[in-house]
């Protein structure tokens, strides 16, 4: 097995509302006019993540749908610069998220706050000054001490 992410797929319960979210944020949907409305794409640098109904992305694992609280997971979205956080964090709550932990600076010497999505998904958004970003703003965990 390759060492990549191909793709993240987050199970939502308001497809429509998870959406409007993300396109708040500017992002572009990859699978605009397909005959496939169950499905939102957004093509990201080197992978894509998919917004798709929560029972039916349960459904196809063969698992119970059940599940609250912490799912164990936090997405990350890192920045080129400390004073870049808070205003992402900004961004996301006037989208419609959360924030649930504010910008600060961080044990391990960044600065990073977290919002939950409308649907309680986890975003950090983190600027680590031992990972700077690549020009298309590729973060790469080589270098980080």
């Known amino acids: 097995m390759e060492q990549r992410v191909s793709i ?3 199970g939502v319960g308001d ?14 949907t990859a699978n605009e006019g397909e005959e496939t409305a ?15 109904p929560w029972d039916k992305l349960a459904e ?37 998220g959360r ?3 504010p910008a600060q600076d961080a044990f391990w010497g960044g600065h990073s706050g977290i919002f939950a999505d409308p649907e309680g998904h986890l975003w950090e958004v983190a600027w680590n000054p031992f990972a700077p970003l690549g020009k298309r703003g590729e973060f790469q965990w080589k270098g980080c001490s």
Request: with cysteine; aromatic share 10%.
């Open 60 to 96: 196809d694992a063969q698992v119970p749908p059940a599940g609250e609280g912490f799912r164990g997971v936090v997405l990350a979205y890192n920045v080129r610069r400390k004073e870049d956080v808070a205003p992402v964090l900004a961004e996301a709550q006037a989208a419609g």
């Open 38 to 52: 169950s499905i939102v794409a957004y093509d990201l640098h080197g992978m894509t993540l998919c917004l798709y």
């Open 8 to 10: 993240v797929t987050l």
């Open 15 to 28: 497809l429509e509302a998870a959406r409007a979210f993300y396109d708040a944020l500017g992002w572009r």
């Open 99 to 101: 924030v649930v932990k």
